[in-house]
């Protein structure tokens, strides 16, 4: 117990610490994990092939690795809100998915294309209760993650995992940037 009081501590610091002297101007940021592998030997190339697919007129795209997995710093790096899109192993995407740590993506990509990454996910609804705004949590079936094995990228830098999925978190700085990107990383 007094071990999950701690984490709990340090995570609190840690939102409150990167929330202070936040930059409006970041790049788009991506992280990846894996509990198979170290992510980190593609990292510079992802970024500029990604970097080049996008164009002028996409966001300056910035990737981020994990060389080792630790669960904690899974966690610490979701609390944090600094990603955009997470690549992680699927028990990690599914037990995230499963708190609401996933956005639903059916809206822009084919949920049969993907479906491993289809599963049932919280999904927070704003409700009125006696005339007052709250939020309540609704578990719903959708796509959450797009498998990183069948990413157009992913294949091209050598790294087609097939344990990773991306996910975009529900505290992402722009969905439309986060889709775009996905987009450009599956195609």
């Known amino acids: 117990m007094k071990r999950l009081l701690k984490l709990f501590g340090v995570l609190a610091f840690l939102l409150v610490a990167t929330g202070c002297g936040e930059d409006d101007n970041k790049a788009f940021s991506i992280f990846i994990i894996d509990n198979q592998g170290d992510p980190s030997a593609i990292s510079q190339e992802l970024e500029q092939k990604l970097q080049q697919k996008l164009s002028e007129g996409g966001p300056a795209v910035e990737v981020v690795t994990s060389p080792i997995y630790d669960r904690s710093k899974l966690l610490v790096e979701y609390v944090a809100g600094e990603h ?89 700085g722009n969905l439309e940037e986060a889709v775009s990107v996905l987009k450009a990383l599956a195609e």
Not at 126 to 154: C, R, S, W
Request: charged share 25%; aromatic share 12%.
């Open 84 to 172: 955009d899109i997470f690549i992680l192993p699927e028990e990690d995407m599914r037990n995230n998915g499963r708190e609401g740590g996933n956005l639903p993506l059916d809206e822009y990509f084919d949920k049969e294309a993907y479906p491993g990454g289809v599963f049932e996910g919280a999904v927070f609804e704003a409700v009125n209760k006696d005339g007052q705004a709250a939020e309540e949590t609704v578990m719903e079936t959708h796509l959450y993650g797009i498998p990183a094995d069948e990413m157009a990228l992913f294949k091209e830098v050598g790294y087609a995992s097939s344990n990773l999925y991306a996910t975009v978190p529900p505290r992402t």
